[in-house]
């Protein structure tokens, strides 16, 4: 035996916490690789909803192609958390109808991060380990 009887419980001691900091590294490699490669596809889209929004507000709507329609719903689901709408109601006479009147509209939407803003910010870039 290496070490002698006083040192044994100390080497499995040591081994013990070997063996429980490779698995978790083994645990921590996975979830890297995958929260890497959400970023760049999450970055990915970014940059094709930006191209989708510059094609929007360059032009005519009628250039847009069903994709890029399909593209701009997306943006529109991701990026608004709430719509508030108010109206005023005004009655129509004895028969109980009521007309409805757009009064204001409140659009809350999530922050959009602007990539050429960050493309000047050093070290913005992840090292792709």
Same mark, same amino acid.
């Given at each position: 035996?290496?070490?002698?009887?006083?040192?044994?419980? *100390? =080497?499995?001691?040591?081994? &013990? +916490?070997?063996?429980? !900091? #490779? /698995?978790?590294?083994?645990?921590?490699?996975? %979830?890297? @690789?995958?929260?890497?490669?959400?970023?760049?596809?999450?970055?990915? *889209? =970014?940059?094709?909803?930006? &191209? +989708?929004?510059?094609? !929007? #507000? /360059?032009?005519?709507?009628?250039?847009?192609? %069903?994709? @890029?329609?399909?593209?701009?719903?997306?943006?529109?689901?991701?990026?608004?958390?709430?719509?508030?709408?108010?109206?005023?109601?005004?009655?129509?006479?004895?028969?109980?109808?009521?007309?409805?009147?757009?009064?204001?509209?409140?659009?809350?939407?999530?922050?959009?991060?602007?990539?050429?803003?960050?493309?000047?910010?050093?070290?913005?870039?992840?090292?792709?380990?």
């Amino acid at each position: 035996m290496v070490g002698g009887p006083a040192l044994q419980p *100390a =080497l499995a001691g040591a081994e &013990e +916490v070997e063996r429980t !900091l #490779a /698995a978790a590294s083994r645990r921590l490699e996975e %979830p890297l @690789d995958q929260a890497q490669g959400c970023v760049r596809e999450a970055v990915a *889209a =970014l940059r094709r909803d930006r &191209e +989708v929004l510059d094609r !929007l #507000a /360059a032009g005519d709507l009628a250039k847009l192609s %069903p994709d @890029d329609v399909a593209a701009l719903g997306e943006i529109v689901r991701h990026r608004v958390i709430k719509v508030d709408l108010y109206f005023d109601a005004t009655p129509l006479g004895k028969g109980g109808r009521t007309a409805y009147t757009l009064r204001k509209k409140v659009i809350k939407m999530k922050p959009f991060l602007e990539l050429e803003r960050l493309s000047k910010v050093p070290g913005y870039e992840t090292s792709g380990r």
